[in-house]
């Protein structure tokens, strides 16, 4: 079992940046990739970053060239810069890790095994 407990969330104004962090324990060892996907209210989750064992990274298109993910080297941290923070990008964030390393790239990161319980990110105008 992983458990994943994320800090940082907090409001900002438009153009703003936040640091979100992920602490991982329990059998960190056993995974293969950790990422955030996030949650707006109303709507459905959203993967939006993903770093894989080995170091290659994902983003999606909504965040590409904004936000920067970056692990640990002992695996246990995951973090998320957030630059360029627009009112779009209002949502609670969860950081999501998984095990088998293929499904890491066939799956959805909130279709991860495993999920904290997250923390919330408001952008105002």
């Known amino acids: 079992q992983v458990q994943l407990v994320e800090s940082g969330g907090g409001s900002v104004q438009a153009g703003g940046s936040l640091r979100l962090s992920c602490a991982a324990s329990?059998?960190?060892?056993?995974?293969?990739?950790m990422g955030w996907f996030r949650q707006a209210p109303g709507k459905e989750p959203e993967g939006v970053a993903i770093v894989y064992t080995g170091g290659s990274t994902y983003y999606a298109d909504a965040v590409k060239g904004r936000f920067t993910i970056s692990q640990g080297n002992a695996k246990n941290t995951v973090t998320l810069q957030m630059d360029s923070l627009e009112p779009e990008d209002t949502a609670m964030y969860y950081c999501?890790?998984?095990?088998?390393?293929?499904?890491?790239?066939?799956?959805?990161?909130?279709?991860?095994?495993?999920r904290g319980q997250g923390t919330q990110v408001t952008v105002s105008s």
């Open positions: 329990g059998s960190t060892y056993s995974t293969n990739c």
């Open positions: 999501a890790a998984h095990g088998v390393l293929y499904e890491c790239y066939t799956k959805e990161t909130y279709e991860y095994n495993y």
